[in-house]
Protein backbone atom coordinates (compact mmCIF):
# COMPACT_ATOMS: atom_id res chain seq x y z
CA UNK A 1 0.00 0.00 0.00
CA UNK A 2 1.29 3.47 -0.78
CA UNK A 3 1.80 6.45 2.18
CA UNK A 4 0.26 9.66 1.58
CA UNK A 5 1.55 12.57 3.06
CA UNK A 6 0.16 16.30 3.18
CA UNK A 7 2.71 19.41 2.31
CA UNK A 8 1.69 22.81 3.66
CA UNK A 9 2.12 25.58 1.42
CA UNK A 10 0.56 29.14 1.04
CA UNK A 11 -2.93 28.97 -0.55
CA UNK A 12 -1.38 31.31 -3.89
CA UNK A 13 1.26 28.80 -4.20
CA UNK A 14 -1.08 26.07 -4.48
CA UNK A 15 -3.20 27.71 -6.95
CA UNK A 16 -0.93 28.67 -9.07
CA UNK A 17 0.42 25.18 -9.56
CA UNK A 18 -2.75 23.71 -9.78
CA UNK A 19 -3.22 25.87 -12.98
CA UNK A 20 0.61 24.28 -14.48
CA UNK A 21 -0.63 21.03 -12.56
CA UNK A 22 -3.58 20.62 -15.21
CA UNK A 23 -5.21 16.87 -15.15
CA UNK A 24 -2.25 15.26 -13.69
CA UNK A 25 -1.96 14.11 -9.88
CA UNK A 26 0.26 16.01 -7.59
CA UNK A 27 2.98 13.43 -7.13
CA UNK A 28 3.30 12.91 -10.98
CA UNK A 29 2.98 16.85 -11.29
CA UNK A 30 6.05 17.34 -8.88
CA UNK A 31 8.52 14.98 -9.53
CA UNK A 32 8.08 16.31 -13.22
CA UNK A 33 8.96 19.81 -11.63
CA UNK A 34 11.98 18.00 -9.73
CA UNK A 35 13.19 16.47 -13.16
CA UNK A 36 13.19 19.70 -14.80
CA UNK A 37 15.10 21.53 -12.40
CA UNK A 38 17.58 18.94 -11.81
CA UNK A 39 18.24 18.94 -15.76
CA UNK A 40 18.21 22.78 -15.50
CA UNK A 41 20.96 22.81 -13.14
CA UNK A 42 23.30 20.55 -14.89
CA UNK A 43 22.63 22.38 -17.84
CA UNK A 44 23.65 25.49 -16.27
CA UNK A 45 26.30 24.15 -14.49
CA UNK A 46 27.73 22.28 -17.91
CA UNK A 47 27.65 25.94 -19.73
CA UNK A 48 29.43 27.62 -17.06
CA UNK A 49 32.09 25.31 -17.17
CA UNK A 50 32.17 25.78 -20.94
CA UNK A 51 32.45 29.63 -20.52
CA UNK A 52 35.27 29.15 -18.27
CA UNK A 53 37.17 27.15 -19.76
CA UNK A 54 39.15 26.54 -23.22
CA UNK A 55 38.25 23.99 -25.66
CA UNK A 56 41.52 22.11 -24.67
CA UNK A 57 40.72 21.85 -21.25
CA UNK A 58 37.34 21.03 -22.05
CA UNK A 59 38.74 17.89 -24.25
CA UNK A 60 41.42 16.93 -21.60
CA UNK A 61 38.32 16.50 -19.53
CA UNK A 62 36.26 14.68 -21.94
CA UNK A 63 39.28 12.14 -22.26
CA UNK A 64 39.56 11.70 -18.43
CA UNK A 65 36.24 11.12 -18.15
CA UNK A 66 36.07 8.26 -20.66
CA UNK A 67 39.31 6.62 -19.16
CA UNK A 68 38.25 6.64 -15.90
CA UNK A 69 34.76 4.81 -17.34
CA UNK A 70 36.67 2.31 -19.09
CA UNK A 71 39.07 0.99 -16.36
CA UNK A 72 36.65 1.82 -13.63
CA UNK A 73 35.34 -2.02 -12.08
CA UNK A 74 33.51 -2.59 -9.21
CA UNK A 75 35.89 -5.09 -6.65
Request: proline share 0%.
Amino acid sequence: MRKYVTISVLREVKELLEKEKKNRDWSEFLLELYREAKLYRAKSAFEELRRLLNEEELENIIKSSEEFRRRFKFR
